[in-house]
């Protein structure tokens, strides 16, 4: 890698880690020839895959040069920085050569916008087909459709990728015409839906057709920055379930804002993300996804904001407490499934367990249940009643204070670990 090469790839790389929305698994691209790698099950960098695997991911921006001017971008075409601009060829090099090396099992192409829409798109379309046609690489690819960009080009970019994104950033159309007026969200949703109708297309004629080619066969996903404008909760949350209903979204990020541009007015002034808030709007995500909830049923009108102290699913389980306790030997999978201290996979094993016999509080504890937090609501034989009497307020303090000793007692018991830690060093025999 000659040294120009290098100093591009340090800036553009930076750059790229604002974009979190760059999940890969879906794919199902495989190797039947004599290509290098495989798109199957592989994943985004430096995280888990379905099936719990770490991987890694070349994340990038094809450049950091842009014609917009928005807000919370530390990109903005205002501020002064040192800008790079890879060419087509040098991140197909690049991906090649890390990808032999062993370094990365997939690419994540974002760009600021050159020029124009079209035009960046074309150029990061160029990479994508160089790739597949001419280094016949079978690896997972994730590309940004830009807003704005041709239908054609889109559909060109879903041809060879096998994810597309296109980030909507503020929740808001109001808003986005506040801190990126350039911007608006007729360009962002077209595409959307074009994404959308063109995957639902692909998969009806490879029913028909075996070797009809794929149209970003995992999917499409977008990205929502949390705190840079003043939406609640809920609309985040709501508009979250929207995409997922009316576009076929595969996963919606949140991404807490970064004070990069402190010296714009229009932005909040804070010195750090809001990660709590992030991660709580993510667990609403995963209740959504995974838990059958609504969106209306995990905050309403008269609580717009996530209690940052519980969970979305025990803060559901304190404002509903008329519902509880749930009889676990006779309750449907739903309910249970909103029982605190009871997941996914434990819930199932309950509704397999007890075709056989009535659970007891010692066979839940087997199958995995957070008894902790779930005996206050849920009822078994030997459960005493009154553990169903605790009023919301005065139960959300007692699970905080359970919570904050067996933080605290994990903290001492690691400090004594390591007061009492003392070396062995090896001896030669």
């Given at each position: 890698?000659?040294?120009?090469?290098?100093?591009?790839?340090?800036?553009?790389?930076?750059?790229?880690?604002?974009?979190?929305?760059?999940?890969?698994?879906?794919?199902?691209?495989?190797n039947h020839s004599k290509g290098i790698g495989t798109g199957v099950a592989c994943g985004i960098c430096h995280s888990f895959t379905d099936d719990g695997r770490c991987v890694s991911l070349?994340?990038?921006?094809?450049?950091?040069?842009?014609?917009?001017?928005?807000?919370?971008?530390?990109?903005?075409?205002?501020?002064?920085?040192?800008?790079?601009?890879?060419?087509?060829?040098?991140?197909?090099?690049?991906?090649?050569?890390?990808?032999?090396?062993?370094?990365?099992?997939?690419?994540?192409?974002?760009?600021?916008?050159?020029?124009?829409?079209?035009?960046?798109?074309?150029?990061?379309?160029?990479?994508?087909?160089?790739?597949?046609?001419?280094?016949?690489?079978?690896?997972?690819?994730?590309?940004?459709?830009?807003?704005?960009?041709?239908?054609?080009?889109?559909?060109?970019?879903?041809?060879?990728?096998?994810?597309?994104?296109?980030?909507?950033?503020?929740?808001?159309?109001?808003?986005?015409?506040?801190?990126?007026?350039?911007?608006?969200?007729?360009?962002?949703?077209?595409?959307?839906?074009?994404?959308?109708?063109?995957?639902?297309?692909?998969?009806?004629?490879?029913?028909?057709?075996?070797?009809?080619?794929?149209?970003?066969?995992?999917?499409?996903?977008?990205?929502?920055?949390?705190?840079?404008?003043?939406?609640?909760?809920?609309?985040?949350?709501?508009?979250?379930?929207?995409?997922?209903?009316?576009?076929?979204?595969?996963?919606?990020?949140?991404?807490?804002?970064?004070?990069?541009?402190?010296?714009?007015?229009?932005?909040?002034?804070?010195?750090?993300?809001?990660?709590?808030?992030?991660?709580?709007?993510?667990?609403?995500?995963?209740?959504?996804?995974?838990?059958?909830?609504?969106?209306?049923?995990?905050?309403?009108?008269?609580?717009?904001?996530?209690?940052?102290?519980?969970?979305?699913?025990?803060?559901?389980?304190?404002?509903?407490?008329?519902?509880?306790?749930?009889?676990?030997?006779?309750?449907?999978?739903?309910?249970?499934?909103?029982?605190?201290?009871?997941?996914?996979?434990?819930?199932?094993?309950?509704?397999?367990?007890?075709?056989?016999?009535?659970?007891?509080?010692?066979?839940?504890?087997?199958?995995?249940?957070?008894?902790?937090?779930?005996?206050?609501?849920?009822?078994?034989?030997?459960?005493?009643?009154?553990?169903?009497?605790?009023?919301?307020?005065?139960?959300?303090?007692?699970?905080?204070?359970?919570?904050?000793?067996?933080?605290?007692?994990?903290?001492?018991?690691?400090?004594?670990?390591?007061?009492?830690?003392?070396?062995?060093?090896?001896?030669?025999?």
């Amino acid at each position: 890698m000659n040294e120009q090469v290098a100093n591009k790839l340090k800036i553009l790389s930076d750059a790229a880690k604002y974009d979190v929305s760059c999940a890969s698994s879906g794919s199902n691209r495989s190797n039947h020839s004599k290509g290098i790698g495989t798109g199957v099950a592989c994943g985004i960098c430096h995280s888990f895959t379905d099936d719990g695997r770490c991987v890694s991911l070349f994340k990038i921006l094809m450049t950091n040069h842009c014609i917009y001017d928005c807000a919370y971008c530390i990109n903005r075409r205002s501020n002064d920085r040192p800008r790079a601009t890879f060419t087509p060829q040098e991140i197909v090099d690049l991906t090649i050569g890390f990808y032999r090396r062993n370094y990365i099992e997939g690419l994540f192409l974002s760009s600021g916008v050159i020029k124009s829409p079209d035009h960046t798109m074309e150029r990061m379309v160029s990479i994508a087909k160089k790739l597949r046609t001419e280094e016949n690489y079978n690896g997972y690819i994730h590309l940004k459709a830009i807003p704005g960009a041709s239908d054609v080009l889109i559909h060109e970019a879903g041809i060879w990728a096998d994810r597309l994104s296109v980030n909507m950033e503020i929740p808001t159309e109001l808003n986005l015409k506040k801190l990126a007026p350039e911007k608006n969200y007729p360009d962002i949703i077209s595409p959307m839906g074009q994404i959308r109708d063109s995957i639902l297309v692909a998969k009806e004629e490879r029913k028909k057709y075996r070797k009809a080619p794929r149209f970003a066969p995992a999917g499409q996903s977008t990205q929502l920055i949390v705190g840079a404008s003043p939406e609640t909760d809920r609309q985040i949350i709501l508009l979250s379930s929207g995409l997922y209903k009316n576009q076929n979204l595969k996963r919606v990020y949140f991404s807490g804002y970064l004070p990069v541009n402190d010296y714009d007015k229009r932005l909040p002034a804070i010195t750090r993300p809001p990660l709590v808030r992030e991660n709580r709007l993510y667990q609403s995500d995963w209740l959504m996804r995974f838990y059958h909830f609504k969106a209306e049923e995990i905050l309403n009108e008269d609580q717009p904001f996530l209690d940052l102290d519980v969970d979305p699913k025990l803060g559901y389980a304190l404002r509903n407490m008329q519902l509880f306790p749930v009889d676990i030997n006779r309750a449907d999978y739903e309910m249970i499934l909103r029982v605190p201290g009871i997941g996914v996979q434990s819930a199932q094993k309950i509704i397999l367990a007890r075709r056989h016999r009535r659970l007891t509080l010692l066979h839940l504890k087997k199958l995995g249940i957070v008894m902790k937090r779930a005996k206050y609501f849920i009822t078994t034989n030997e459960l005493p009643a009154s553990f169903s009497d605790w009023e919301p307020l005065r139960l959300k303090h007692k699970l905080l204070s359970e919570m904050n000793s067996k933080f605290k007692k994990s903290e001492d018991t690691q400090l004594k670990l390591f007061t009492d830690f003392k070396p062995v060093l090896p001896t030669l025999h």
